[in-house]
């Protein structure tokens, strides 16, 4: 399958999967959504499950692309990471089914499959360690910050704006990264 075959097949599906929920979506539905036989949708993806993992691996391959893209070409840490964080909330705002679903449909994941993804997730969460460790070299952190779980802590509360934000709501996604970035530097970072 072409890659823009691939991207419009799982985009499809994600659109039905943040819709109707990944348990409530038939194959059927997402062929006749690509204009395809199942059996033609069959061919390529043997099971739902593997619709998942393919748009989830590629909606991390988008996420980890979109970081990479923001901080390339800045080397000063401090604005790497605020560089960072304003290109993970702009992904996670932009309308996008597939981090939608990314997101929020782990739970439909079993065996080998979730192992999969949450290597993935892993390897995505090792560029903000990269960033966070580059900070702590440079002795730009406090001591008493523990570093895992500002990552951690760091990535779920930016991860949940995904549920409550509202394009014409009180907050802009600007609004957002500033507070975000002045919790860090007043919380985190040595003054």
């Not at 391959?61 to 290109?87: K, M, V, Y």
Request: aromatic share 8%; net charge negative; hydrophobic share 45%.
């Amino acid at each position: 399958m072409a890659e823009a075959d691939r991207v419009f097949v799982l985009g499809a599906a994600a659109r039905l999967f943040r819709q109707k929920g990944f348990d409530k979506t038939t194959v059927k539905e997402i062929a006749e959504a690509c204009g395809m036989l199942p059996g033609s949708l069959h061919y390529r993806y043997p099971s739902k499950e593997s619709i998942l993992v393919d748009l989830m691996r590629l909606a991390l391959e988008q996420a980890s692309t979109a970081l990479s893209e923001a901080i390339r070409g800045e080397s000063e840490p401090l604005e790497q990471l605020r560089q960072g964080i304003n290109a993970h909330l702009e992904l996670l705002v932009g309308g996008s089914d597939m981090v939608y679903v990314l997101l929020f449909e782990w739970r439909s994941l079993q065996g080998q499959s979730r192992k999969e993804m949450i290597d993935l997730r892993d390897r995505y969460e090792l560029l903000w360690s990269a960033m966070i460790q580059s900070l702590s070299s440079q002795n730009l952190i406090r001591a008493d910050v523990d570093r895992d779980l500002l990552r951690l802590i760091g990535l779920g509360a930016l991860n949940w704006v995904a549920t409550w934000f509202n394009e014409g709501g009180r907050y802009t996604v600007k609004d957002i990264g500033d507070f975000v970035w002045v919790v860090i530097k007043d919380g985190v970072l040595k003054r």
